[in-house]
């Protein structure tokens, strides 16, 4: 068998499409969605990550602002910063990017952000209303996951689900929505005794560790959906997931290619949520 791809490509731009829509009514009706997005830092990886979502919002139609420091700024300066945002109309959502530099409480500056615009989904009482089952914002990765199942018809109702990570930025929201939406789901990590023999059990298996090619052919049931959250850069410098691509695509029915996965996916339910709190807004 060799797996069909899911193309988060396409499936972005398809959702994007609507969402510029969505942007224009709301404009009409003289609100224009905004995110500002807070770098700290020069971590190469991050930059990108940030003018990407900056440059989707152009693409969107919304309003962006991206609001960049040196590593060693005073953290003071990025909470009036945050403070200044909250109270700004013109911004429906804040995105702190991750990680932040060792001298910052990452905690507590999620927390500074006002709940009803933490499109991230990230601050403790966003994480206890998406457990209890009705969340504000979900967290745009594993969002985009389950937008991967819902278009391509992959039922999750009584399926075994793994997912292989436990960030809280996507193996935990990721085990949640799972568990929500039907699936029996088993969360490994780094003291998981025997991997292989988890994630062969898995009809549905989410790899979110962040180390390149552990997931081999071998560890994938026949017939499984594979989503590879994975975003490695190899000596060579060309970039691969967390699973062995070659090898997985040819035991699996569904398979995220890496890049061009759940990498665009993210940046298209980051719209998403911005987009669904400028609406909250408007119908204040
Ligand atoms: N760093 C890696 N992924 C993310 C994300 O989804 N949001 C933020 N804020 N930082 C990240």
Redesign the pocket.
């Known amino acids: 068998m060799t797996a069909t791809i899911l193309d988060g490509n396409a499936l972005g731009q398809k959702l994007r499409a609507g969402f510029r829509q969505r942007a224009e009514e709301l404009a009409a009706q003289g609100v224009r969605p905004g995110l500002a ?1 807070i770098l700290v830092g020069d971590d190469p ?2 930059q990108v ?1 940030v003018r990407n979502k900056v440059n989707a919002c152009a693409q969107a139609g919304f309003h962006s602002e991206k609001h960049v420091y040196p590593a060693d700024i005073e953290a003071r300066t990025v909470f009036a910063r945050i403070a200044g945002l909250n109270a700004d109309p013109k911004i429906h959502g804040i ?5 932040l530099p060792r001298h910052f409480d990452a905690d507590a500056v999620l927390e500074a952000i006002a709940p009803e615009k933490d499109v ?1 989904g ?1 601050r403790a009482e966003n994480v206890g209303v998406l457990v209890q089952g009705h969340p504000r914002f979900i ?3 594993p969002y985009g996951v389950m937008k991967f199942f819902e278009e391509a018809g992959i039922p999750l109702k009584g399926r075994e689900a793994v997912v292989v990570g436990r960030s809280n ?2 193996g935990k929201p990721m085990a949640m929505l799972l568990m929500h939406a039907g699936a029996t789901v088993t969360v490994c990590h780094s003291q998981t005794r025997d991997l292989e023999a988890h994630c062969r059990r898995a009809d549905i298996l989410v790899a979110a560790v962040g180390k390149a090619k552990m997931i081999s052919g071998e560890m994938i049931k026949p017939g499984a959906a594979v989503i590879d959250v994975g975003m490695n850069r190899l000596a060579d410098g060309k970039l691969c997931g967390d699973v062995d691509f070659a090898l997985a695509r040819e035991v699996a029915a569904f398979i995220t290619p890496v890049p061009g996965g759940v990498g665009p996916m ?1 940046i298209t339910m ?1 719209l998403a949520n911005t987009l669904q709190s400028a609406e909250r807004a408007a119908s204040a």
Do not use: E, G, M
């Open positions: 997005v990886a991050s990550y995105l702190v990017q991750l990680p991230d990230f967290p745009c990765t930025i996507v993210t980051l």
